[in-house]
């Protein structure tokens, strides 16, 4: 493969241990890797130049967490809620019934094409979830299609009971033969612990099974009121658990606690359970903003993500998740921006491969059409991405 100069670069924000950001600057891409990063004036040759003609790089957004594979539409739903109607677990149903009808064609098309949109906003690494699905089939088909499309692939079997079930031989089926069935395409599990979804004997259950057959874990936890499920995730030596709009003082502080490990200056050391705030998801809920303020001075390893779904959060605009953390979350810029991508990382442990702009990571960054990465914040709403390489390859203009 041949390697390609970005020359030109106003601003580059790397996103490395040092959190390093360089004024007239250059990258050089190998193949799928970073091969060099330094002051334009001292850039090597390379066989293809682009002049980035004064444009901020930064490295590609990290979205931890997604629900891409689903058919159908809650417009009416959302309408609702806009006019005072709560979110329930439950709505998720809708989903499982028009994601079922759907032929793998469809369901390919779908996510494919939430793929391409995702990517053209600055998206170069991206999990997605199974998890309206609900039977063995369904879950297992789910996984098999996001596992041809996303770089990881989670399960979430536990993410609603489905109507008429009894939820725990529904339960027993997530731990079981479904499990069984999902396990060549997910390297994660996750459990939706929550009022209306599964209550913490429930979650213990599912976490438990699934850390034994050799997933990784995360759970979706305190998004709709406070709960178990930040502690249980920490109990549980999850990767992530991910809303937490609800916490209180002793969840703060059990995920401060699983960070003691951690080196932050290095960016090396035992990883903790980072917490994954969804913004887009608590605007369209209608839920508290997750204290991204609170964790971060906690020293709580925190991760922005998209959520992306047709329920709670159907965008998959991290520049706007990383605009409104900044404007409704109080994190700087540079907080926002490193959650959204090396948080990301962080989130699905592949810190040491994506995440930031250094020599030998993937090379995934993106250009935006500004200045500076603060233009993200400050020129909200504006389609800043231009263009964006995902594993060396160009995207967009
Ligand atoms: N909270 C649970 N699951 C999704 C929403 C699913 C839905 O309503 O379709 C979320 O992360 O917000
Ligand atoms: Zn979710």
Known sequence: MSATLITNIAELTT???????????????????????????????????????????????????THLVFAGDRSAEFEARMAGREYAAGGIAVTTDATRAAGDYELTRLLLGRVAEAVAGGTTYLETKTGYGLSVEEESR?????????????????????????????????????????LPYVSWADVFCERGAFTEEQ???????????????????????????????????????DHVNHLDDDDVAALAGSWSGWDPAAARGARGTVATCLPACDLSTRQPLAPGRRLVDAGVEIALASNCNPGTSYTTSMNFCVATAVLQMRLTVDEAVRAATFGGALALGVQDSVGSLEVGKRADLQLLNAPSATHLAYRPGMPLTGAVWRAGVRHGG
Do not use: K
């Open 142 to 182: 789910h996984a098999r299609i996001a596992s041809t499309v996303a770089d990881q692939v989670t399960y979430l079997g536990a993410h609603l009971v489905p109507a008429r079930a009894d939820a725990d031989e529904y339960t027993d089926l997530v731990c079981g033969g479904m499990l069984a069935a999902v």
């Open 203 to 241: 979650s213990r259950r599912v976490l438990d099974a699934c850390r034994r057959a050799g997933l990784g874990l995360r759970v979706h936890g305190n998004q709709l009121g406070p709960g178990p499920g930040v502690r249980l995730a920490v109990e549980f030596g999850a990767a992530s658990v």
């Open 15 to 65: 996103q490395d241990p040092e959190r390093r950001v360089l004024a007239d600057a250059a990258v050089v891409l190998d193949g799928d890797r970073i091969a060099w990063i330094g002051p334009a004036a001292a850039a090597p040759a390379a066989d293809e130049a682009y002049d980035a003609a004064g444009r901020a790089a930064l490295p590609g957004w990290v979205d931890s967490h």
